[in-house]
């Protein structure tokens, strides 16, 4: 007997419903494997971590505190046993060993005027980066895009590394690193999640931790440069390091493509079409097919084109907001960002404090940052997030506490920093990749942006901490140590990511976790079971 269609078993019916397919397979569809030419697209984009890093640790060299000694025009200051400050001694009765400009410090006479003077034109970089990352983090998910973002970001932030060259006093020139920390702060945030977007799902952590590898040559470039200008003026190394980045900034114009992804999450569709024949032309492929497979997809936010339009700039703060386990997870993660980022920006900044010699301290803290790149390359995809953020920053925390008991200028106190700046540089690379895998697509530009300013909010606190800590180490390591190894166990509120595909919606997101936490309760069910069964046949027995 033929069975009706209103007869039929539901399991059996439910069988043959067909799941909207999801964005990435709609992508990796259409454009096949990922090519050279897009592979090579995707980490010409991550090069711009490269003037980033220039633009966060420049201050190390133009802002240091350079050597000085002893005319012997006074007998309050002898060239034999000269004292530990020159500030209380009088005009003439000491000189810096290199020219005035060679560093801002010297240049504007800022020796003796305080910690707050000194660390200001670092605290204002910092500021501004946090206060950009407030304000622009969510136009890259909203009104403008991955790309036009990126560019705004890296043409201000080029420009005012060019104007800080002709700053006329101390002022104008912190004016002028809040305006360039403003720029930059979209800079790293814009560039991981557009270069992990443009490629499919097998390259996509190697691509972020290309990010990270970048990272590390624009730190290594600055001792190079600080030693090639150590007698010229500081305003040299801001023309090098502007210039160029201008220059980048015109090349991605012509090259750069938006995010497919954030494409369809916005509902524009055409645009999306046109996008996924440029990759696929660059694999070698051509799209002959139609595009029903894309029509299909359940991508729209709010339900239209023009949804980024009626939400506005703080929509994604909104979709957030609403739900608690989107709140849980951001606090959680950017609690233990700013330990981490304190410590991370500090770091390079305080190495002056070890009594060994600048420009290798700098390039040592450079250096580290290259293995932590490499392992971060070879086990992303083999390491539990949670768990291993939190090892890093307990590790990162017991070793700057040891700066603290070590004397100044021996070797075991130079090994300590280098470890625990080595902890700190693999859990803050651990953490970008963890926070893009936190958040679904419609939200994740938005997400991974605050998380930066947490990271650079540890930054604004690390100058004044630094200077503080010239006079006693506790005020400089041992804060760090605390603040990072305590904030680190905040990762535990945090739900594990390892091996999950990435969500576009947070409906989506939802969804999975619902589907967790059945399949938790049918295997605490299972185990349950079992063990009931096990006790029947132990009585039994």
């Not at 005319?71 to 000491?94: D, E, Q, R, V, Y």
Request: glycine share 8%; charged share 15%.
């Amino acid at each position: 007997m033929a069975i009706s269609a209103n007869t039929a078993p539901l399991l059996t019916s439910h069988k043959q419903v067909n799941k909207a397919p999801t964005i990435d397979d709609t992508i990796e569809n259409y454009i096949g494997s990922t090519g050279v030419m897009q592979l090579f697209k995707a980490i010409l984009l991550a090069f711009a971590w490269a003037f980033d890093a220039q633009q966060v640790f420049i201050s190390v060299f133009t802002d240091a505190e350079p050597q000085w000694h002893c005319t012997g025009a006074s007998p309050t200051c002898s060239p034999a046993a000269p004292p530990a400050s020159p500030c209380a001694l009088p005009a003439g009765a000491w000189a810096w060993d290199r020219a005035a400009d060679t560093t801002v410090v010297s240049e504007w006479a800022l020796k003796c005027a305080g910690p707050a003077l000194v660390s200001l034109p670092a605290s204002a970089f910092f500021a501004g980066c946090l206060a950009g990352g407030f304000l622009l983090t969510t136009l890259a998910d909203s009104l403008l895009g991955r790309r036009k973002m990126l560019l705004t970001s890296l043409v201000s932030m080029s420009v005012a590394g060019v104007l800080t060259a002709f700053a006329p006093n101390v002022w104008a020139y912190a004016a002028l690193r809040f305006v360039s920390g403003f720029g930059r702060s979209m800079v790293g945030t814009c560039t991981l999640v557009l270069s992990t977007e443009l490629v499919g799902k097998r390259w996509r952590d190697s691509v972020s931790v290309a990010g990270f590898f970048f990272f590390t040559v624009g730190f290594l470039s600055l001792p190079a440069l600080g030693y090639a200008f150590r007698e010229d003026s500081w305003r040299n190394m801001y023309l090098w390091m502007s210039v160029p980045s201008l220059c980048y900034s015109f090349l991605l114009f012509f090259l750069a493509q938006e995010s497919p992804r954030w494409l369809l999450v916005r509902g524009r569709k055409q645009d999306a079409m046109d996008t996924l024949q440029q990759i696929a032309a660059l694999n070698g492929n051509s799209i002959t097919s139609s595009f029903s497979m894309l029509h299909a997809c359940t991508m729209n936010v709010d339900g239209g084109e023009d949804a980024g339009a009626r939400g506005g700039a703080f929509a994604t703060m909104r979709e957030m907001w609403e739900r608690p386990w989107a709140l849980r997870r951001l606090a959680a993660i950017m609690t233990t960002s700013f330990g981490v980022g304190l410590v991370y920006y500090g770091m390079p900044l305080n190495v002056g404090s070890l009594g060994t010699n600048l420009y290798l301290s700098v390039t040592y803290n450079a250096l580290a940052e290259l293995p932590s790149s490499i392992l971060s390359l070879a086990f992303i995809g083999k390491v539990n997030r949670r768990t291993t953020v939190m090892a890093l920053t307990a590790a990162a925390g017991v070793f700057s506490l040891m700066c603290v008991a070590i004397p100044e200028g021996s070797a075991a106190r130079m090994a300590s920093e280098l470890l625990s700046f080595f902890a700190t540089i693999t859990a803050f690379n651990l953490i970008l990749i963890y926070s893009i895998e936190l958040f679904p697509t419609s939200v994740r530009n938005s997400a991974v942006g605050l998380v930066r300013q947490a990271l650079v909010l540890g930054g604004v606190a690390a100058p004044v901490l630094v200077a503080l800590g010239r006079e006693r180490s506790f005020w400089s390591f041992g804060v760090f140590g605390l603040c990072i190894g305590c904030l680190g166990l905040f990762a535990a509120c945090l739900p594990e990511t390892k091996g999950r595909s990435m969500s576009d919606t947070m409906e989506e997101e939802e969804d999975k976790q619902a589907a967790a936490a059945v399949a938790a309760a049918a295997t605490t069910c299972t185990g349950g079971a079992t063990d009931i069964a096990t006790k029947d046949n132990s009585d039994a027995v």
